[in-house]
Nanobody, 129 residues
Framework: QVQLVESGGGLVQPGGSLTLSCAAS?????????IGWFRQAPGKGREGVSC????????DYADSVKGRFTISKDNARNTIYLQMTDLAPEDPAVYYC?????????????????????WGQGTQVTVSS
């Protein structure tokens, strides 16, 4: 199965920006039905942030990040990105990318952690002045 490695996390001031990367190996990303970004803050459950379909046509965002975060996929580099702008105090967490090979009907995009079966190790994002 694919291996996913996240990078790009770090410390940023409120209102700042970061771009996370998720590099895939062993399989190409377009083998998978959808790729998602999730995050988990201390003491909280893992939540969906954004996801993208294998053909790049469909994307989905959590309400809390709409208009601030952008997901994209570079098939040539076999890499997923999450551009994060206007970072806020509620954004700090470990960010994970994940892939699912389960197919769904229509244009449905899976947004829950249990729907994904391959996970990276995560990258820490800290927002602090």
């Amino acid at each position: 199965q694919v291996q996913l490695v996240e990078s790009g996390g770090g410390l940023v001031q409120p209102g700042g920006s970061l771009t996370l990367s998720c590099a895939a190996s062993r399989f190409t990303l377009d083998y998978y039905y959808a790729i998602g970004w999730f995050r988990q803050a201390p003491g909280k459950g893992r939540e969906g942030v954004s996801c993208i379909s294998e053909d790049d046509v469909s994307t989905d965002y959590a309400d809390s990040v709409k208009g601030r975060f952008t997901i994209s996929k570079d098939n040539a580099r076999n890499t997923i990105y999450l551009q994060m702008t206007d970072l806020a105090p509620e954004d700090p967490a470990v960010y994970y990318c994940a892939a699912t090979s389960t197919e769904y009907s229509g244009n449905y995009l899976p947004t829950f952690p249990y729907q994904y079966d391959v996970w990276g190790q995560g990258t820490q994002v800290t927002v602090s002045s």
